[in-house]
């Protein structure tokens, strides 16, 4: 006996009409059934989630075409309805070097989540994971490289849409040699939503350069990432003897980041969740 669903089974389960499923499974590639040795098409478990996943997209609005092109066909462990199988689906894609399955998830879920969500849902908890995975060997530099350029992608078309200004500007750089920018990416998109001017600066940012910077623009906030211990001591070095404008507040975060540093700057120390710490930055924007 072969496992499976044949098309009336399915769209029993579904709620979806046969001709329907074999219109959709012919222009679209969204359902992969097995055969049987008589050639008969039988469907799992993962093509119903499919097509359960493709009928509530179409109930928010969505075309078959944009679902379908949004589903894609190479998830290799199915659709996701929450951040965290969202979070799950893109690890399991990592798992099998699947970088399509990992751009599949990413789309979803800047698609269907709004863009504060998905980055304190889902981009925030897969990099910490990645990077913790990381850390412990589970993965390696190619798999963590194959993720943050996934996110990178993402992330640069959302900061290439200006907007903000209403609570100020703020000025946005990652610390002297400090090469990790995907956090600093997400705040810059955040602040920009929240109302601000955040003008990003990027990777490596020389600290007198940043601080010049933020005093033409009249700046009230120069906020610098620091991911590491050592980019911590060298901001520090690098802000020694520079004078700071009068109503610029220095503002550092990331996971090298810590309650002495900002002291010994004369700074304040960002939450490290997202949300929290735009919510700290408004209190700059009087």
Request: charge should be neutral; charged fraction near 20%; aromatic fraction near 4%.
């Amino acid at each position: 006996m072969h496992a499976g669903l044949n098309i009336a089974a399915l769209a029993h389960r579904t709620g979806v009409a046969p001709d329907t499923l074999r219109k959709w499974e012919q222009r679209y590639s969204i359902l992969q059934p097995s055969r049987t040795a008589g050639g008969q098409r039988r469907y799992s478990e993962r093509d119903v989630a499919r097509v359960e996943w493709l009928r509530e997209r179409l109930s928010e609005g969505y075309r078959i075409g944009e679902a379908a092109t949004l589903l894609g066909s190479g998830a290799a462990s199915g659709p996701a309805h929450s951040p965290a199988e969202l979070v799950r689906g893109i690890l399991h894609a990592l798992e099998h070097g699947d970088a399509a399955g990992i751009g599949v998830y990413l789309d979803q879920a800047f698609a269907l989540n709004s863009v504060e969500a998905t980055l304190a849902k889902v981009v925030a908890p897969l990099l910490e994971t990645v990077g913790d995975r990381w850390q412990t060997g589970e993965l390696n530099i190619a798999d963590e490289h194959l993720v943050s350029e996934s996110v990178r992608s993402r992330l640069g078309h959302l900061l290439a849409d200006t907007g903000g200004g209403l609570r100020g500007v703020a000025v946005l750089a990652c610390a002297p040699g400090e090469r990790h920018e995907l956090g600093l990416m997400m705040a810059a998109i955040a602040l920009r939503r929240d109302g601000w001017d955040a003008v990003y600066l990027g990777s490596d940012t020389p600290a007198e350069a940043a601080v010049g910077l933020a005093d033409r623009l009249s700046a009230k906030v120069l906020g610098v990432s620091v991911s590491a211990r050592e980019s911590g001591a060298a901001l520090e070095k690098a802000l020694r003897g520079v004078p700071r404008p009068a109503g610029l507040q220095l503002v550092v975060g990331g996971g090298g980041a810590s309650a002495p540093l900002a002291k010994r700057l004369s700074a304040s120390l960002a939450p490290r969740e997202l949300p929290a710490a735009v919510s700290a930055l408004r209190a700059f924007a009087a």
